[in-house]
């Protein structure tokens, strides 16, 4: 089998930010069949590292991987996975932008962030409420626990199911084409 890494980029500031980039990895790996494989960059990044050596670590593993999924949850997006998400742009690296805040925000377009984070090519978006995710694995019945295990699950599945979308996309064509030509079908303009 020919596994692919993908990349999970996120803010990762909080234990329960790591805690659930390692859920969101552990199912990505279990609901693929072992087909995908998760880079969480929290896992390459000692506390001893400067901030350029955190910042040129977490390009190269972005580099490194064969798809990357951008998860684009809060009020704001985190201005790291937003940059994390344009490097993957100029490298032709298919991508995914998974939101699971059921707050909605955005401007006059259909994903919820900022409009200059979408319509890139061999992107593919996936918005999904984690309230409901979590109402529907039973909380009530197995506990909280269980439950966000069972939503985690349910998450990764889709997830799965997207990132497989996005591979089958064909890469950008750059062969024969100026710089400016190049940046203009990188950006999808």
Same mark, same amino acid.
């Given at each position: 089998?020919?596994?692919?890494?993908?990349?999970?980029?996120?803010?990762?500031?909080?234990?329960?930010?790591?805690?659930?980039?390692?859920?969101?990895?552990?199912?990505?790996?279990?609901?693929?069949?072992?087909?995908?494989?998760?880079?969480?960059?929290?896992?390459?990044?000692?506390?001893?590292?400067?901030?350029?050596?955190?910042?040129?670590?977490?390009?190269?593993?972005?580099?490194?991987? %064969?798809?990357?999924?951008?998860?684009?949850?809060?009020?704001?997006?985190?201005?790291?996975?937003?940059?994390?998400?344009?490097?993957?742009?100029?490298? %032709?690296?298919?991508?995914?932008?998974?939101?699971?805040?059921?707050?909605?925000?955005?401007?006059?377009?259909?994903?919820?962030?900022?409009?200059?984070?979408?319509?890139?090519?061999?992107?593919?978006?996936?918005?999904? %409420?984690?309230?409901?995710?979590?109402?529907?694995?039973?909380?009530?019945?197995?506990?909280?626990?269980?439950?966000?295990?069972?939503?985690?699950?349910?998450?990764?599945?889709?997830?799965?199911?997207?990132?497989?979308?996005?591979?089958?996309?064909?890469?950008?064509?750059?062969?024969?084409?100026?710089?400016?030509?190049?940046?203009?079908?990188?950006?999808?303009?």
């Amino acid at each position: 089998m020919n596994r692919k890494k993908v990349y999970l980029a996120g803010g990762l500031f909080d234990l329960r930010h790591l805690a659930g980039n390692a859920k969101l990895g552990e199912q990505v790996g279990v609901q693929s069949g072992g087909r995908y494989e998760a880079y969480l960059p929290q896992d390459y990044e000692p506390e001893s590292l400067g901030a350029k050596a955190i910042r040129d670590s977490d390009f190269k593993g972005l580099l490194d991987c %064969d798809a990357a999924i951008f998860q684009y949850d809060g009020t704001e997006l985190d201005s790291g996975t937003v940059v994390e998400f344009m490097a993957a742009k100029f490298a %032709d690296i298919p991508s995914l932008l998974l939101r699971t805040d059921f707050r909605r925000g955005g401007d006059r377009n259909e994903e919820p962030w900022n409009l200059m984070c979408s319509f890139y090519p061999r992107t593919v978006s996936l918005v999904a %409420d984690a309230m409901h995710l979590y109402v529907e694995s039973g909380h009530e019945q197995c506990g909280g626990v269980l439950a966000a295990d069972k939503a985690f699950a349910t998450l990764g599945k889709r997830v799965v199911e997207k990132l497989d979308e996005v591979m089958a996309l064909p890469p950008v064509d750059l062969e024969g084409v100026s710089r400016r030509e190049g940046l203009e079908k990188l950006l999808g303009v």
